[in-house]
C-alpha cells in the first residue's frame, strides 16, 4: 500500500515549469495523496466490524482507480484514488458507494480554480485573450481552460440565474435592506438599463444579496414587482429599516408592501445632490458642513449641525438648503438604531462599492451585448462580492432587540423602567 502511494509523487507534476513551482507541486501532490489516503482508511475502519456469512469484511480497500489529473493554481497536479469495495446495499437494493468528500468523481480542477475562470471575465479579459491570462496562471497546457469555457459559462450563467431568482424565501427574515438602482449601457440597446439590486441583512448579520432585477428608471411599479415577488416567494415579514437614494419610486412601492419599514435616506447620494446646487469653491466647505452632521455622536447635535447649515447656505444657495431640507427626519432615522450599525446604515455603500467593479467590467467591454447578458453579469459579480461583505458589528442579540422593537435612544439601548 505505502509504495503504491509514494509511487503516485515520484516524478514531478505536469506543468510546473520552475524550480520552486515544481517543488511546491510535488508537495501539493504528497499532501492530497495522504489527505485521500487518511479519507479511505478512516471509512474502511468505521464499517471494519460489518462481516458476510462467511466472516469476510464487507468494505475493504480494492486497488487504486486510473491516475487522473487535477488542474490546481499551482500547476497539474496528478493523483491516484485508492478504490473501495463496499457490498453493502440501500433501500431500492442498490450498491452503496464510496464518494470521497475530497475528490468528488467527476473533479478536475480545483473550487478556487473554477472561481478564477468567471473571475477573470468579469473583471475585465476579454474572450479572445483568455487562453495566454490561463497559460500565464496554470501552466500551458492545462487543458479544458480556453476561451470557449467562458461562453459556455455565461450559457450557465444564465440558468444560475433564472433559478436563484426563483428560490424560495420561507422563514427568512431580514432586518435591514439596502436598495439601488445601477445604470448601464447596452451595446445593443438604445437606452440605459436600469438594474434595480436589494441587499438584506439577515437575523445573523449577514449580508445577502436579495434581488437583482430589471427596471424602468427606478419606477414604483419596478419596485412593487421585486417587493411583491419577494412576498410572494416567502418573505413575509419586512425590514425594520431601508436605506437608499431618493428614488420615490421604491418608497412609495415599499409603503405598499411593507408599510412597518422605515426610511434611511443615502447620506453619500444626498451628499451629491447637495452640491449639485453649489458652485464648485463652495462645495468643500459644504461638504464638511453635511458631514458634521451625520458624524454627530447624538440627534441633537445633529439637529444643531443640520440647522447651522441651513443658516450658512439658504440666504445664497437655497436650492441646496431646500434639497437637504425636504429629507430631514428620514436622514436622521439612523439614530433610532444601535450605535454599532450606523456604519452600515447612513449609506447605500454595500451596493455602492461592489457595483463599482462591475462599472469597469462594462466599459472594459463598452457594455453587455443585451439586457439579459448584462443583467445575469451583475448577478454573477455581486453574487462572488458577497462573500467580502461585512457583518453586523454588535451580534446577534443587538439585531434580535431590533426585531423585537427595543427602543434605541441616540444609538444606546434604552433600559426598560
Not at 272 to 288: D, F, I, R, S, T
Request: with cysteine.
Amino acid at each position: 500500500m505505502k509504495d503504491d502511494t509514494s509511487s503516485s509523487v515520484a516524478r514531478p507534476a505536469q506543468g510546473c515549469e520552475d524550480a520552486l513551482t515544481e517543488l511546491l507541486c510535488v508537495g501539493a501532490q504528497k499532501l492530497l495523496a495522504a489527505a485521500v489516503e487518511a479519507e479511505v482508511v478512516d471509512y474502511v475502519e468505521r464499517h471494519s466490524e460489518l462481516r458476510t456469512a462467511e466472516g469476510l469484511r464487507v468494505v475493504v480497500r480494492n486497488g487504486f482507480k486510473p491516475e487522473r489529473t487535477i488542474q490546481t493554481g499551482i500547476g497539474a497536479v496528478p493523483v491516484r484514488q485508492p478504490r473501495v469495495n463496499d457490498r453493502r446495499v440501500d433501500e431500492d437494493g442498490n450498491r452503496i458507494r464510496f464518494e470521497s468528500k475530497i475528490l468528488p468523481r467527476y473533479m478536475r480542477r480545483t473550487r478556487s480554480l473554477e472561481e478564477l475562470i468567471p473571475w477573470l471575465y468579469l473583471k475585465g479579459v476579454s474572450t479572445g485573450d483568455f487562453s495566454e491570462a490561463l497559460a500565464a496562471l496554470v501552466g500551458k497546457d492545462a487543458p479544458g481552460l480556453s476561451a470557449s469555457t467562458v461562453v459556455r459559462l455565461k450559457e450557465s450563467w444564465q440558468k444560475e440565474f433564472e433559478d436563484w431568482n426563483r428560490r424560495s424565501l420561507k422563514g427568512k427574515r431580514y432586518v435591514y435592506f439596502w436598495v439601488d438602482g445601477i445604470h448601464f449601457n447596452v451595446r445593443l440597446e438604445e437606452e440605459r438599463q436600469c438594474i434595480l439590486v436589494v441587499i438584506g441583512a439577515t437575523e445573523e448579520g449577514r449580508k445577502e444579496l436579495l434581488a437583482v432585477d430589471d427596471g424602468y428608471r427606478e419606477s414604483e411599479q419596478s419596485w412593487l414587482n421585486i417587493l411583491l415577488d419577494l412576498k410572494n416567494r416567502g418573505l413575509k415579514a419586512g425590514p425594520e429599516l431601508a436605506v437608499g437614494d431618493g428614488s420615490l419610486g421604491f418608497w412609495k412601492a415599499v409603503k405598499k408592501i411593507y408599510p412597518r419599514t422605515r426610511w434611511q435616506r443615502c447620506w453619500v447620494h444626498k451628499t451629491a445632490n447637495v452640491l449639485n446646487y453649489l458652485p464648485k469653491k463652495a462645495q468643500n466647505g459644504a461638504k464638511k458642513a453635511l458631514q458634521a452632521i451625520w458624524m454627530a455622536e447624538k440627534r441633537a447635535d445633529a439637529c444643531k449641525a443640520f440647522d447651522n447649515f441651513i443658516e450658512a447656505y439658504e440666504a445664497k444657495h437655497p436650492k441646496a438648503v431646500e434639497c437637504l431640507k425636504k429629507d430631514r427626519d428620514n436622514l436622521l432615522t439612523f439614530y433610532d438604531f444601535p450605535a454599532e450599525h450606523w456604519r452600515h446604515l447612513r449609506t447605500t455603500n454595500p451596493i455602492e462599492s461592489t457595483f463599482a467593479t462591475v462599472r469597469l467590467r462594462t466599459a472594459k467591454t463598452k457594455g453587455s451585448g443585451s439586457r439579459l447578458a448584462c443583467l445575469t453579469m451583475v448577478w454573477k459579480l455581486a453574487q462572488a462580492a458577497e462573500r467580502q461583505w461585512r457583518v453586523l458589528n454588535g451580534g446577534k442579540q443587538l439585531i434580535a432587540d431590533v426585531v423585537t422593537g427595543v427602543r434605541f435612544v441616540d444609538g444606546i439601548k434604552e433600559e426598560a423602567a
